[in-house]
DNA sequence: TGTACATCAGTGAACGCGCGTTCACTGATGTAC
DNA sequence: TGTACATCAGTGAACGCGCGTTCACTGATGTAC
């Protein structure tokens, strides 16, 4: 498929390490990331299932691949939505990151809890380094808008971490139905959590470093 | 056991169902739960596999209560150990209920995933129930605060599930790993997300609702 | 230009595993008479 | 006070399942000469 020939033979298949990673992410759009076996993905691919491991020593380091993946999606999603550093108030970029991130894990929920179950990062270099450029961006979004609104550098990591646990914390919730539990309805709404990322910079200004 | 007689007969258990329960809750302090298993339990208890369907009519009935009781011993650990409402500054009840809400997800971790990973809420009435009135707990803690800083009174809602939002975010990224991500480790320390806990008090406290 | 051969991406069958659940049963309990 | 019997909490073996992984293999590719 990839190759210059278009060949037909089937025998080998020309991409299937992509193919793979592809169809993963296209099953974890359909089921949970619980359901999601080495089996049906081969089954997928139109493919044995022994042949995944020509590429991949195991199902786990298939899966961190994927959630690899998902990281560097959603920076990329940033990066191509996000208007530019400095085009506007470094706390209202702030926000819309976080705007973005909610977007991003409710548009692929299963492929989203993929990210941030995968076990054992430090194991997998592909999925830590990934991570960690997310966590990275992160970071200048929020330390940006801690350093414009004078507060103490020291905080900026602070800051980063707790929108990082708002949004992480607020998607998880909502896809697991724990947020809609009052009987009201009358809960946060997705549209309204962005004003909250202005929370880890705006209370932090006056406070010192304790 | 828990009969008068006292008898060592153990065809009969007496009290199995609790016995389950509790094996389940001691289970979970030594190992995830993904690995929880109906056999393994069993075998704690020192039981047959077949009896535990005398109690319960299945695995993830008998995991709703266990999830139930979590919810249960949250609420049981707020009302022991935060001073009464009224004692202090609401704001600051808040955050000590923040505070108390990571301890007790980090003192037992996989017991705290069960609580909201345990899938359909709405399937089981206990469950639903037990955390109902833990957000409940969270939901007059929050609008005490919001409405002694003399913000609009329907902000409550929106500010008891932000502050879940960001204790549950928080609580997951770090057992998760993926808050340790970048090299320095100078991260958001578990004594000090409680101060984060003004903040969807306080950073409503100007804002009309939009 | 044609042939031998190393390389390696695929196949298909089998492995052993632990799981949740069901079944026909057995043993202890307590109540009716 | 003793016996028959209904009740029901237990047993132990078996069911079928889908899983990740391994194995000896086969078929296609491309390079050396």
């Known amino acids: 498929m990839t190759t210059a020939t278009g060949n037909t033979s089937t025998y080998h298949h020309g991409n299937l390490r992509d193919t793979l990673l592809a169809a993963a992410i296209a099953q974890l759009a359909q089921q949970s990331d619980a359901a999601l076996s080495l089996r049906e993905l081969a089954r997928t691919a139109g493919v044995s299932v022994a042949a995944v491991y020509r590429h991949f020593p195991s199902k786990e380091a298939l899966l961190a691949e994927v959630a690899a993946a998902g990281f560097a999606s959603l920076v990329a999603k940033w990066e191509t939505e996000l208007p530019p550093p400095g085009s506007l108030p470094a706390e209202q970029r702030f926000q819309l990151l976080g705007q973005q991130y909610i977007e991003f894990a409710l548009a692929a929920p299963a492929h989203y809890r993929l990210m941030f179950e995968h076990q054992d990062v430090r194991q997998f270099p592909v999925l830590q380094a990934a991570a960690q450029a997310c966590f990275q961006y992160v970071l200048q979004t929020a330390g940006a808008a801690v350093r ?25 919730l909502l896809l697991s139905g724990r947020l809609a539990m009052t009987d009201g309805g009358d809960e946060l709404s997705p549209a309204m959590v962005p004003r909250f990322f202005q929370l880890p910079v705006e209370a932090l200004t006056p406070a010192p470093l304790s």
């Not at 414009?148 to 998880?172: F, I, N, Q």
């Open 148 to 172: 414009e609104a004078g507060a103490d550098p020291r905080w900026e990591r602070a800051a980063a971490s707790a929108g990082w646990s708002l949004g992480h914390g607020y998607v998880m």
